[in-house]
Structures are given as C-alpha cells and as structure tokens.
C-alpha cells in the first residue's frame, strides 16, 4: 500500500524544492526492541507506568528520532538542548521506505523496522509515542504555523490519558495553532471528528458510517473556505486568541 501510495514521487519528497520533509521515529530500547509478546507486553507496561510518574522516564524505553535530508548541512530549526537523546537521521531513496514503515510500526499492531540503511542499527518504530503531537523546543527565526485538530497539544501516545501532562509553554513562545474550535467539534454528528473507532461502531453498516464521515469532511471544506477567506481579507485577527505563556499551560 506504501509503495503504491509513493509510487515514483519518492525523489521529489525527498527533495522538494520548498518543503523540508521530515520523517518522526522512536529508536526503541532495551526489551522495548522486540516484538516478542511477553518482553514486549512487559516494556509497554513499563512505558505507560513509568510516563504516569515522569514524561522524561520514557528515556529509559525511547530515543527520538529525526530523519531528513541533508541534516549535516540543513539543521532543523530546534533547541538542541532536548531531554531526549536525539539522532538526526540522514534520509535518502534507499532508506526512505523504511523509515516511514517505521513511522507507523504501532508496537503490537506492526513489528518494528531494523536494519534501516544509515541508521543506528536497533528497532525502530512509530514516533508519535514519544511526540504525540509536537511539543519540540523550536527556535524558529519567525513564527511556527501549528495547523491541528484540537487545542490541546498531548506530548506523547502515552499521555492521552493524563489530563495533567501538558505540554511546555516555552516550546510555544512563537507557535501559531491553527485549530477547530469546540463548539465546532461539537457540532459535528458524533460530536467530534471521525476516527478508527468508528469502523467498530458501524461494523455492520457501512452506508451509515459513510455518511458520518462525509459530513465532517463537508463541514471542514466549508471551514477551509472561511478560512482562505480570513486571510483574503486581512481578518483572521478577528479569529485569532493571544495565550500568554502561563495561559498556554492549559493545553
């Protein structure tokens, strides 16, 4: 499914003229390496009561990953005082594939990716465990542009649950999110957007999960209007909520 979503436009990802793609992975640790079930089953315990405690005990389980082309002479624009290790991966058309398979290795759903070509040899797999979303210590030289679906920022899979973990404030100073708002969210048939649970949910009836689904995608079309309007007019500070460091807190 991968190589025919890329088909022969690999290159032009790589290299596009404009845009810097950059691929996020977990290099996995210790029993965290393998899909064996019972060393696996005994690390993501380890990672979900560990995290419960501390975000940075994830340390012990994960090291980050970024993979880019060129990083040597095009450095992302990011504090490199991290506190996660953090390899910066080279990304070519030989390891290219391999890294997105392990950008979506969800630990127990796929195995893990080894022997990634220009990459520490280990197991690698799906970094929205240790970045969630992305609460990255940037230091852009202007503003960061956060398009997302909700205004909270979790910073990791395993912090979903945790209604304390936030994310930094001062990871934010210059972030611009750009999100649906909740009385949008709520106004939608599920009161939220769609998502892989509603496979379960309409698991005998596919028409009808169809038609929850492109409501949403109707409502989001008539947003983006709006949206592209704002900016053609020069309103969008009408749209826009100014969070000061400590209010940023809240996500």
């Not at 560990?50 to 340390?59: K, P, Y």
């Not at 979506?104 to 969630?132: E, F, H, N, Q």
Request: charged residues 20%; neutral net charge; without cysteine.
């Amino acid at each position: 499914m991968l190589q025919q979503l890329i088909d022969d436009n690999m290159e032009n990802l790589i290299n596009h003229p404009w845009m810097q793609l950059v691929i996020v992975v977990v290099k996995s640790r210790h029993i965290f390496a393998s899909d064996h079930v019972i060393p696996l089953g005994l690390a993501l315990a380890g990672v979900f009561g560990s995290n419960m405690l501390s975000r940075r005990a994830n340390r012990l389980f994960m090291q980050r990953g970024f993979a880019y082309a060129h990083p040597q002479h095009n450095p992302l624009p990011l504090n490199d005082n991290q506190e996660f290790f953090t390899h910066h991966l080279p990304l070519n058309a030989d390891n290219a594939m391999h890294l997105l398979m392990a950008s979506a290795a969800i630990p127990a759903v796929m195995s893990a990716v080894t022997d990634i070509p220009l990459a520490p040899k280990d197991s690698y797999r799906d970094g929205g465990l240790l970045d969630y979303h992305l609460d990255l210590p940037y230091q852009p030289k202007r503003l960061v542009l956060y398009p997302h679906f909700t205004d909270r920022i979790i910073p990791g899979w395993f912090d979903k649950s945790l209604s304390w973990r936030k994310a930094n404030a001062q990871n934010h100073q210059r972030t611009v999110l750009l999100s649906p708002s909740p009385e949008y969210l709520a106004s939608l048939p599920l009161g939220r957007l769609p998502d892989r649970s509603d496979f379960a949910r309409f698991a005998t009836n596919d028409s009808e999960r169809k038609k929850y689904w492109q409501q949403p995608v109707a409502e989001s079309q008539r947003l983006g209007d709006e949206f592209l309007e704002l900016i053609e007019k020069g309103n969008i500070n009408e749209k826009m909520v100014v969070f000061s460091p400590a209010s940023m807190k809240q996500f």
